[in-house]
């Protein structure tokens, strides 16, 4: 290949990016505006925990989390994306039934945080924050289908402004709780309450805004079914997803969770972000013929493999000033007591961008099967993938610990884009897509 088609073949590739930007700016933008809102208490939050706190007291915090996420499988989470499927169709009446069914199923989780509460973690410093939580996870989970709503509905300004509000005041009552109390307990349960309250806000203007209909009983079990598929689906996610940091606790400590969770709010910020990008378009395609769609993604593979690659290399070399800047590493209590090194943190937070470069493909042939409803198929997927990242954490992070997690987290998302990748081309053909 001479220069001429080099230049020619990164005119072309640019023009498509510019023309993608173009087509879904404002939707991307209000998406991407969304993200940030949503993920401010825990960015600039984990960087007042890391100034005001212990690293100790940090793991504690995230730890907690971890617990709490698994949890949400209990509620079927899964039914978030068959409301945003339901309502894109205008199906809306299938929202008040998979709240009510969320709901229900959350007491489940209750009564498990509970139970782990009074085991497992009853000398643990979560053990507190499991019983609190046990009260409000109905609300906190089962009302949280507000924004899949919005979703289906196209409405991402609303989604936007909706998290501008509650993001600012729960960024706010945790900061407050932080500043004044130092306590990361109270900071857990501002967090918590505010989330909660606003879950009912919300899910009362909506209630209010839905025009009587009649119910569609067959319709309604569909959606449930493709509900509790993807919720099967995404069960081991959830938990090869949050049981990191719960693996790494049992065989080291909450302080060095803590310091797992400084290097990785950069690459997970970055994975949201990509979320985001790729979900906004792919809601928009719901709407399609899923033979359509595949055309589409297959000739935008390479180039969003592209940038995949594109965000790996820019972060690659922004890491160390992002650390530096936001987190003052080399003032942690276990950098200054030397347990840790500045320069290990550094390495940990590059090798943690690795992953990025194969994550855009995977998500967007993972969204594109749970939008289309390829239920079963998505479950097959995630089951293959998910259990070989249990395997491969449960192997590596006792070994290695914080490196265990990498190696671990590396080796899933490239075996995932090659079994996601090949089961994609290989499916292309019962849709008569070449």
Known sequence: MNIGNVKKYLVESIGKVVKYFKVNFKDSAYGMANLAVASLDGFFLSVLLVRYLSSEDLGNYKLFFSVLNIMIILSINGLGTSVTKAVAKKFKGFFKKAVIVSALFSLVASAVLIILAFSYYRGSGIRWPLIFASFVVPIYFGLNTWEPYYYGERRFKTVFLLNLLMGGTRFLSCTLVLYFLRNYFYTIIAYLLVVSIYNIIFFLWIIKRIKPEKIDKEKEKDYLKHGF???????????????????????????????????????????????????????????????DNRRIVKKGLAYIFLFGLAVFVIFWFLTPILLRFFFNVDSIDLVRRGIVGAQDMIRYGRMLLIPLIFMPVNLTIKYLASYQGSGSSVLKLYITMDAMKLALLAIFVPLYKIEGIIIALILAEFFSFIILLTWFLRSNRRFDVR
């Open 229 to 291: 598929k993807l919720t099967g689906s995404s069960a081991a996610s959830n938990i090869a997803t949050n049981i990191e940091r719960i693996i790494l606790d049992s065989v080291s400590s909450a302080a060095m969770v803590g310091i797992y969770s400084v290097v990785h709010v950069f690459p997970q910020f970055i994975k949201n972000s990509l979320k985001t990008l790729v979900n906004v378009p792919t809601v928009k395609l719901a709407a399609h013929p899923e033979a």
